[in-house]
């Protein structure tokens, strides 16, 4: 019962929600007996690709071939499905992402397999293969047992982080047989988001609302963030107010985030807000009104004025990183 799993990078460096997937699939396939193989699209250097072995990842499949270096769900799950079949691979795992979204049905339905999305641990193999995955927006969880010979599952961000090792992983160039069909929705354009630490790979995420009073003092927020090496984001009402570009808009209709540790600084905790939140390790919330709804959701509280406390925390933050 070997593991897969799909590897994203950015840039050539490999991004940390990968390196928590296979050291989830390193984990699982040790407990198996079996060997844990990747597959990647992008042009990594072979340096960066072998440093998968460090988490149980015995060999990369690497796609040269120049159609696939875009990001693009059709051609990528029929090369992972072709892969599948000749290496006879039995579980399927991709990294919580919008692009591995897209695959996870498409994979399964050329393989028949069963699905489980937002797995947060490793399966329960007493009985079968039993995954514990997070619904309801992470507001409640649900055991899913999956009896399918081929099992494609994706990881919650932050959900699993693995031993790492000395090991190094074997590659391998592997050029899957080119599908004309899979080739016909064209990208016209990439726009990427910008800044230090892209938001949804960020361990520590700094958020702000209206409570900021201001694009112009933003840079209060900016300066904790830069202290504690923090992803940034924001509320809605503040991205539809253009104080703040529009893919740092954290929530439920915008990006949903799982950092260690959530800051939400004069943020009032609208429903919609806690449910791109609420899969967070820990949540502060720093508010002057005491009856905040997001009081209710944080592990921790502080009540009152974020531009007293924040600079404080600030300097604290850089005290002890440094």
């Given at each position: 019962m070997s593991v897969l799993i799909y590897i994203e990078t950015e840039e050539g460096i490999i991004k940390k929600s990968s390196f928590d997937a296979a050291g989830y699939a390193g984990e699982l396939a040790?407990?198996?007996?079996?060997?844990?193989?990747a597959i990647v699209f992008e042009n990594a250097a072979i340096e960066v690709l072998t440093k998968l072995g460090n988490y149980g990842i015995q060999k990369v499949f690497q796609v040269t071939d120049t159609k696939y270096t875009q990001?693009?769900?059709?051609?990528?799950s029929s090369a992972i499905a072709e892969l599948v079949q000749r290496e006879n691979i039995e579980i399927i795992a991709l990294p919580k992402s919008s692009n591995a979204d897209a695959m996870v049905s498409r994979i399964a339905t050329k393989l028949k397999a069963g699905v489980a999305t937002n797995v947060l641990e490793l399966p329960n193999l007493s009985n079968g293969f039993v995954v514990k995955r997070a619904i309801y927006t992470g507001k409640a969880f649900a055991h899913l047992q999956l009896t399918s010979a081929i099992k494609v599952i994706t990881i919650s961000k932050n959900a699993y982080s693995g031993a790492v090792t000395s090991e190094k992983a074997t590659i391998e160039s592997y050029t899957p047989t080119l599908q004309e069909n899979d080739f016909k929705v064209e990208s016209k354009e990439i726009q990427k988001a910008s800044g230090d630490i892209l938001l949804t790979e960020a361990d520590i995420v700094v958020s702000g609302g209206r409570g900021m009073k201001g694009p112009e003092h933003?840079?209060?927020?900016?300066?904790?963030?830069?202290?504690m090496r923090a992803g940034t984001g924001c509320s809605k009402p503040v991205s539809d107010m253009d104080w703040r570009p529009h893919h740092e808009h954290v929530g439920q209709t915008g990006v949903k985030v799982s950092p260690n540790l959530y800051i939400a600084i004069g943020i009032s905790g609208a429903i919609q807000h806690l449910a791109g939140v609420n899969s967070s390790k820990i949540i502060v919330a720093i508010n002057k009104d005491p009856e905040a709804p997001f009081f209710k959701a944080a592990d921790?509280?502080?009540?009152?004025?974020?531009?007293?406390?924040?600079?404080?925390?600030?300097e604290a933050a850089k005290n002890y990183i440094n």
């Open positions: 040790r407990l198996q007996g079996t060997s844990a193989f990001e693009a769900a059709m051609p990528y933003w840079d209060v927020l900016l300066n904790l963030a830069k202290a921790y509280g502080i009540c009152g004025d974020l531009f007293e406390i924040v600079p404080k925390l600030t």
